[in-house]
């Protein structure tokens, strides 16, 4: 009760104020100042080193310049040991969009480029480059120098700011010259200046803007010209009197000068109240904009970019002079030093030399801090160097700054939420992080958290929260990170085994060739004998049985131009609709559309026609062949095979149905009636369809006993059942499949019926079992026949001449149809894996394109397809190859040399590896190369549709109202994952070709 009244006193007296504060800077005339949630008041100490001017630090004996001074990518050095180098000059060049270049702050020479300790939170060491100063002298070597700045392209401005490796001053070092190209992808109409400098004892900025006025305006100017923002807001804490009058009074100068363009833009010197942390990035835009940067977002997309006085001022000498940032104005304070001011130092002066200059108090040092008191972090030695956003040494006394209490338990006062800056939960947070549940902290936003101390200032528990909140995402990142190493080792490992299972098959393929040829060398010495004594009768038996694979082969190809010309007259039919519909075309185009769709049907009617006739004469020969024993099961195969497309279809045609009628239904448009007619038309044709492939199957069951009475039936009808069981087989995985998913997807959304979809996983399961069980006996009794069958072959050939003729005559038709139908089965695997293939090629390019779907996983689908394609091309030109020998065998009587019987059939069988082509090390390799570039213009591809669908979710959320925004950034941080993704994978296999 007491916590709740408390609470209520002081949002009343908060916003009694703000209301009295806007209502003082309306009657003046003033900009507008708005407030943010939270925030505290803590002692500020700025008196201890405002009071005295702003000095040049003496130039070092020494300076330790790390390559590591900006958030991104390191810079590579490109100056040896013992080179002399002068100030200004570059020394490190920047690696990457997200890096800066490093150049030498004195004139001198190299002595080390090693590891070095850095003045980081984590105090490890990182690769520096250290110059030791040559006598007195400081030669510059200044980049060209543009006063007359307005006369040069933007692009050249934000060149030299990359060249220069000016970063950002304020915060983590973030590159200005990325900042500068921001309107390239968002629509900026306000450029803010952040001279709060809440952080208690820091004064950097409140001296820069107090010697540097002039610089500073200059250096906006260039920044808006390369931004475009329609006004320029400077945010002041109203503890800095002096400072606003110097602005002031540079803005206007600058305005009175009239050799000088007129500002392009409004610039104002707005004036804040004094809270921590007004100089955050989001509760500065909060204060002067009323807008809120969205979770995860960054200002420029509300509109705003934001950059410290000391980055503005590196700009300006950067554009105006030339000078590289090579140093920076660094606050001396606290208890502990006599003299506390701030200098103007250059990069890499060691901490120690610093301090000196501020004559520390002879009890020493008690604690020494980089930054404040709120944010800053402990240095553990003065023997480091400063950097690029080095802004403070706080030298303190123990009364200052006490050791940390000890921690108590959290006694839910609420208090941490009231302070927070960024209207997150910290209490919630700290208990999820400390129970290591990362995953419900980053639902409650932990990424948010600007880390400013005001909790952990509040709590009288004396509870670190902040160190909590950094452990945990210290966690989070390093999970991220080994997630994406664990993916990108499961994708090498598939490349691998993908790699192996190629190469496997390929000596396969060699073994059963040198295999297959020394058996056929043996069978054409042993058959030489019988070559005279073959009869007409093998040569009629020969062309009747090769007359059906002929007739199929004609119908097969009537069916498929009838197929094209039905797609034909479809797109005749359908562009003429839409030129109707358009409206914009000329009669003349609508005439030659509707003579296009004429003839289409002319074509399509012509095509049915000798599709029919085909059929007719096929139907017609069928009697004839009727004494070859293969005939009879070829059939009812085909029968099989035509009803169940036909079931397949009906099937297809029901859902098609269905789904029209439920948009029409959703919608309230178009006639439903129909549609619901056209439903239960389609599912009676579907009933009927069933009910005819389920009496086909039946016939087809009782039949197969009566067709096992010979021998040529027996050889046929087990090929067609383990086709059929595997197809079952195939089916049933499928199944099996589709209900696990289904059941993970409801399960992860906590929707559907979980039970029934489990019971469905169980049903498809034993299926699968009940189809692998058949399959298998199957298989096994195959194989015991296969040896009799063999066996009783050899000895027919081996009695009289004319026992020997007869038995070639009637093995003569089997013995031609199984390698048509090995042939036939290895097209039709080439062809579904040629299928996969652009599939997998047409989802990776939709997924490109749109931004959804996870990328990586579909470029590893994608060469796990053509490793498929690569071994069933491997396997169906070997068997091939072994045709084209044996076609001697069917020519004629007087030539014929008869084959021996086939030693072992699964040399030969369905799906084998056996090759009787001698691929050499030279193709392969050529075949690898050309996998390769293809693979790496695919790859090539996809990175650049991952690119545009990036900029294009980028512009969508720029554009994007509030209701729109989340999810639109979802989808922008889900695109820029895929493009990530795309590069990695591209490098990858760059890395592969330079390898090759």
Not at 129 to 153: K, S
Not at 422 to 435: D, R, V
Not at 735 to 740: D, L, S, W, Y
């Amino acid at each position: 009760m007491v916590l709740s009244l408390l609470k209520s006193m002081v949002t009343s007296s908060r916003s009694s104020a703000t209301a009295e504060a806007e209502h003082t800077q309306k009657g003046q005339g003033t900009p507008r100042v708005f407030d943010f949630h939270g925030g505290i008041h803590p002692p500020e100490h700025k008196a201890l080193s405002n009071r005295a001017p702003l000095v040049a630090a003496p130039l070092p004996r020494e300076v330790v310049l790390p390559l590591s001074q900006h958030i991104g990518a390191p810079a590579q050095p490109l100056v040896e040991i013992g080179q002399r180098v002068k100030t200004g000059e570059l020394i490190a060049r920047a690696q990457g969009m997200i890096s800066a270049p490093v150049h030498a702050s004195i004139t001198g020479v190299v002595t080390a480029i090693e590891p070095r300790q850095i003045p980081h939170v984590s105090g490890l060491e990182d690769q520096c480059i250290v110059i030791e100063r040559e006598g007195e002298i400081d030669e510059w070597a200044r980049l060209e120098a543009w006063r007359d700045w307005r006369q040069q392209e933007a692009q050249d401005l934000i060149q030299r700011l990359q060249d220069a490796g000016v970063v950002g001053q304020g915060g983590a070092g973030f590159p200005s010259a990325v900042k500068a190209r921001v309107r390239e992808r968002h629509a900026i109409d306000t450029l803010i200046l952040n001279a709060a400098e809440c952080e208690p004892y820091i004064t950097a900025d409140d001296l820069t803007m107090r010697t540097h006025p002039e610089a500073l305006i200059e250096g906006l100017e260039i920044l808006a010209s390369l931004i475009g923002p329609e006004c320029i807001l400077i945010g002041i804490e109203d503890n800095k009197p002096e400072a606003v009058i110097a602005l002031e009074q540079a803005i206007r100068a600058r305005r009175a000068d009239k050799r000088l363009p007129p500002l392009d833009s409004r610039l104002e010197v707005v004036v804040v109240p004094t809270k921590y942390p007004s100089g955050g990035e989001k509760q500065l835009i909060k204060l002067l904009t009323d807008r809120e940067v969205p979770s995860r977002g960054l200002p420029a997309d509300v509109g705003v970019v934001v950059h410290n006085p000391g980055t503005v001022r590196a700009v300006q000498r950067a554009v105006c002079f030339g000078e590289p940032m090579i140093s920076r104005v660094v606050t001396l304070t606290g208890e502990a030093l006599q003299h506390p001011h701030n200098v103007e130092a250059r990069l890499g002066t060691s901490i120690a030399d610093l301090l000196r200059l501020a004559a520390p108090a002879p009890t020493g040092i008690a604690r020494l801090v980089m930054g404040g008191p709120m944010m800053g972090f402990t240095l553990e030695s003065d023997a480091l160097p400063i950097i690029k956003t080095t802004n403070c040494l706080l030298a303190s006394s123990p009364e200052s700054l006490p050791a940390p209490a000890v921690e108590q338990p959290c006694i839910r006062c609420g208090m941490c939420e009231q302070a927070c800056p960024a209207e997150l939960l910290p209490q919630q947070l700290y208990w999820f992080s400390k129970a290591r549940e990362f995953d419900k902290a980053e639902l409650y936003n932990l990424a948010d958290c600007i880390e400013c101390g005001a909790c952990s200032y509040v709590c009288p528990s004396q509870i670190p929260l902040v160190q909590y909140y950094r452990f945990a995402k210290g966690e989070i990142r390093s999970a991220q990170h080994e997630a994406r190493k664990s993916e990108r080792a499961r994708h090498r490992f598939e490349f691998k085994q993908a790699r192996m299972a190629r190469e496997e098959a390929e000596k396969e393929a060699k073994r059963q060739q040198r295999a297959q040829a020394a058996q056929k060398s043996a069978a054409a010495r042993a058959d030489a004998s019988a070559a005279a004594d073959t009869t007409s009768a093998s040569t009629a038996t020969t062309a009747a049985a090769a007359a059906q694979p002929a007739l199929a082969t004609d119908i097969k190809a009537f069916k498929t131009a009838r197929a094209a010309a039905n797609i034909a007259l479809k797109k005749a039919e359908k562009a003429l609709k839409a030129a109707q519909d358009g409206g914009e075309s000329s009669e003349s185009d609508i005439a030659k559309l509707e003579a296009n769709v004429t003839a289409a049907k002319a074509k399509l009617a012509s095509a049915e026609s000798a599709l029919k006739a085909a059929s007719e004469a096929s139907e017609s020969a069928a009697p004839a062949a009727a004494g070859a024993s293969t005939a009879s099961t070829a059939a009812p195969a085909a029968d099989l095979k035509a009803l169940k497309t036909a079931r397949a279809a009906a099937n297809i045609a029901v859902k098609k149905a269905e789904k029209a009628l439920k948009t029409a239904q959703d919608s309230g448009e178009g006639d439903i009636s129909a549609l619901e007619t056209s439903v239960a038309e389609a599912k009676a044709r579907l009933a009927k369809a069933e009910a005819d492939l389920k009496a086909a199957s039946e016939a087809r069951e009782s039949a197969a006993p009566a067709a096992a009475s010979t021998s040529a039936t027996g050889a046929a009808a087990p090929a067609a059942d383990l086709k059929a069981l595997k197809t079952a087989r195939a089916a049933a995985n499928i199944a099996v499949k589709k209900a696990e998913k289904a059941l993970k997807t409801a399960q992860d959304s906590g929707e559907g019926d979980i039970p029934a979809l489990e019971a469905s996983v169980t049903e498809a399961k034993s299926r699968l079992a009940k189809a692998e069980g058949d399959l298998k006996a199957a298989t096994d009794a195959a194989g015991a026949d296969k040896g009799p069958v063999a066996s009783a072959a050899a000895g027919s050939a081996q009695t009289t001449d004319t026992g020997a003729a007869g038995s070639s005559a009637n093995a003569a038709a089997p013995a031609a149809a199984a390698p048509s139908a090995d042939i036939k089965a290895l097209k039709t695997a080439r062809a579904a894996a040629n299928i996969a293939v652009k599939k997998a090629e047409k989802a990776l390019a939709r997924a490109s394109e749109s931004g959804e779907g996870d990328i990586e996983d579909l470029q590893t689908l994608l060469a796990t397809a053509q490793e498929n394609l690569r071994a069933a091309e491997v396997r169906l030109n070997s068997a091939q190859a072994g045709s084209t020998d044996a076609t001697p065998a069917a020519k004629g009587a007087g030539e014929l040399i008869p084959e021996a019987p086939k030693p072992a059939a699964s040399s030969v069988g369905r799906g084998s590896m056996a090759s009787n082509v001698t691929l050499s090390q030279a193709e392969i390799e050529a075949s690898r190369a050309e996998n390769l570039a293809k693979r790496h213009k695919q790859v090539s591809i996809a990175v650049k549709a991952a690119e545009a669908a990036h900029r294009k979710a980028e512009a969508a959320l720029s554009e994007a109202d509030d209701e729109n925004r989340q999810r639109l950034a979802t989808k922008v941080d889900r695109t820029r994952r895929n493009l990530e993704h795309a590069r990695e994978s591209l490098a990858e296999v760059q890395a592969l070709v330079d390898a090759q």
